[in-house]
């Protein structure tokens, strides 16, 4: 069975800091990882995915994140935070041989000014 | 851009009564989903489609079925909706051909069971 953990339900960061959004999983085999964020009263926008390759992937809007096998983690990462990157986070896992995407709890990310 | 639509952003019905809700996808996606998104739960998978006429289970499908006639169609029925069903229903279509490829959503419908 694969799974995927989100350690904290909130980030609290000011506008212009760092912030990093924890992702843990466990799969069978090689992972695919993906990050996707959630604003207000709408669906899920994808940001970005790990394949294969670099363990550093850029995505959408600034972010980043960095996947590391020892650690099975797949933290999202943004060098300066916005407000307007307040929303909710969803981290997902799919094995090379499994059908479906699982998700994790989501981590809602307060950026303050 | 890819679109996925949804019937309804809103949706009140009353316990006992059958809910349909659907989604269109625009890009000619094979593969089509359902999830529910609750609180501290995060997104679980109801059910999934690959193909036209064809479904699988997810991970809750009790008390749910699936409808999928053309591609870019793909139904969730709530045959008796009991508020337990109460939730945010979003619908994802992706392309086949990997599973590495990310799934594109629509705005979600939420369902309020009376």
């Known amino acids: 069975a694969q799974s995927v953990a989100q350690p904290e339900d909130q980030v609290n960061v000011a506008e212009g800091n760092p912030l990093t959004v924890k992702c843990t999983y466990s799969v069978s085999g090689n992972p695919y990882l993906f990050w996707y964020v959630q604003y207000p009263n709408r669906g899920l926008q994808f940001l970005l995915k790990?394949?294969?390759?670099?363990?550093l992937v850029k995505g959408s809007y600034g972010f980043e994140a960095e996947f590391n096998k020892s650690q099975t983690s797949f933290h999202l990462k943004k060098p300066s935070a916005l407000v307007s990157d307040s929303a909710l986070y969803f981290c997902a896992v799919r094995g090379l041989t499994q059908s479906k995407l699982t998700f994790g709890t989501g981590t809602r990310l307060q950026v303050t000014l | 851009d890819v679109k996925v639509t949804q019937s309804s952003r809103y949706l009140v019905k009353r316990t006992g009564e059958k809910v349909f809700l659907e989604c269109v996808q625009d890009?000619?996606?094979?593969?089509m989903f359902w999830y529910r998104q609750d609180p501290g739960l995060g997104l679980r998978l109801i059910y999934f489609?690959?193909?036209?006429?064809?479904?699988e289970k997810g991970d809750i499908p009790e008390g749910y079925s699936v409808s999928r006639e053309k591609k870019e169609r793909f139904s969730l029925i709530l045959e008796s909706a009991s508020t337990n069903q109460t939730s945010m229903y979003l619908c994802a279509s992706g392309n086949s051909g990997g599973s590495y490829n990310e799934q594109f959503f629509g705005p979600g419908t939420r369902l309020t069971v009376l």
């Open positions: 489609s690959y193909d036209v006429k064809m479904k």
């Open positions: 890009m000619d996606h094979e593969n």
């Open positions: 790990y394949i294969t390759g670099d363990n």
